[in-house]
């Protein structure tokens, strides 16, 4: 559950009193990645573009630079920064409410395709190729209702658009000649499971390839199949069966079409353990309670999604307050009761002075964190290289 790079990291930077800290293992990263590249490599399977925003520090950029087809970003500070970490990445640009500049830099950066959230985005965005002289490549991006029950979220709302407003690009797209429509986009929930994620991709090129044709459209035709392969917190060691998934795409494929997919979290969660150390230990009200340095601002995740972030202790030779075998709650620094890592789990021992590694912290971590709060130093970063 933890390397034996990052463990030996973690004890050297509690000896330099450097904690908490962020700790990736890039090897394990590229592992991972390369594992997902390779059940995804036969014909007709997709490319993979990197979801940035799941995390976009410019070293984990890089790791898995050789690994993917691309990266997807979702706003004019993500695709500058992705930009400079990757000067030659294929990039595509996604995300509700893109302002007229951001769609600027799109066609200044060179991204290779936007995805558009709706007509009125498509009419700007027009107008802007137009006045700078440029083409544009698009994919439309797509809400399909549906049934996403039992899914971790579901992309319902404002996100692209319903088949009715779908229908109020055409004339748009007629009057655009810049404009080239080159698919579809869609990203519709996250948390689903290999089979799962294949029946949603079927419902999505179901849909647009019946689309595209009543349309009229001609040439070469992308869909994009979204994000949101499922991670599972609860289980560190299980992940998402990308070789089923693979397979899955594969058999759908026809000839002419590129598919896409755009997975963020499955990626990069696995890669970076939030380290730590136990400040204090005691009971109040009949429950264990472990105070550690740093707190949910710089990992909001377990309050966002309501789970125990999963973790290992590293007993140190400590002295001080200890519990022993009993359920105990992990928390930070924060004056909330919300500031919880994990609640009432068994741990053999843990005393003051021990440290903490939170797995899973490569994804949603520190860039969703409300960092400023309480003014707590900020964590240190380090990206490992075996
Ligand atoms: C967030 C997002 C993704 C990545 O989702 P993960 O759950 O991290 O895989 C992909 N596409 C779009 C449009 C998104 O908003």
Not at 67 to 86: F, K, M, T
């Amino acid at each position: 559950m933890i390397t034996r790079l990052v463990e030996d990291h973690a004890q050297a930077l509690a000896r330099k009193a450097e904690l908490p800290a962020f700790v990736y293992d890039l090897a394990a990263l590229r592992g991972h990645a390369a594992e997902v590249k390779e059940a995804l490599s036969g014909p007709g399977a997709p490319e993979i573009f990197y979801a940035a925003k799941a995390n976009p520090d410019a070293p984990i950029l890089r790791a898995l630079a050789p690994y993917v087809d691309g990266i997807e970003v979702a706003s004019g500070g993500e695709l500058a920064h992705v930009r400079e970490a990757l000067p030659d990445a294929r990039l595509a640009f996604g995300g509700p409410g893109k302002t007229d500049d951001e769609l600027e830099l799109a066609l200044n950066l060179g991204v290779e395709r936007i995805h558009v959230e709706s007509p009125y985005e498509l009419t700007r965005l027009a107008s802007i190729a137009r006045t700078t002289g440029r083409e544009v490549d698009v994919l439309l991006r797509l809400n399909l209702a549906g049934d996403r029950s039992g899914v971790a979220l579901a992309m319902s709302g404002p996100f692209g658009m319903d088949p009715g407003l779908m229908e109020s690009c055409t004339d748009i797209l007629s009057a655009s000649p810049e404009i080239h429509l080159r698919g579809i986009h869609a990203h519709l929930a996250s948390g689903l499971d290999a089979s799962a994620m294949v029946a949603q991709s079927a419902e999505i090129l179901a849909w647009g390839r019946t689309w595209l044709d009543r349309i009229g459209h001609t040439g070469p035709r992308e869909f994009n199949l979204g994000g949101g392969m499922a991670v599972d917190y609860r289980t560190p060691n299980t992940r998402f069966d990308w070789k089923q998934y693979g397979a899955g795409i594969a058999a759908m494929a026809q000839p002419g079409e590129t598919l896409r997919i755009e997975p963020g979290r499955s990626i990069s969660v696995y890669s970076g353990w939030y380290v730590t150390e136990v400040l204090d230990v005691k009971k109040a009200h009949g429950q264990w309670y472990a105070v550690l340095r740093g707190g949910t601002m710089h990992i909001r995740t377990p309050v966002t999604k309501q789970h125990n972030q999963p973790f290992v202790v590293l007993n140190r030779d400590s002295a001080g307050p200890t519990v022993t075998n009993e359920p105990v709650t992990l928390v930070g620094q924060l004056c909330t009761p919300k500031d919880v890592f994990a609640r009432e789990i068994p741990t053999g021992h843990i005393t003051v002075g021990d440290l903490v590694a939170f797995s899973m912290s490569g994804a949603y971590a520190w860039n969703i964190s409300h960092h400023d709060f309480l003014m707590h130093p900020k964590p240190a970063f380090c990206y490992l290289d075996a």
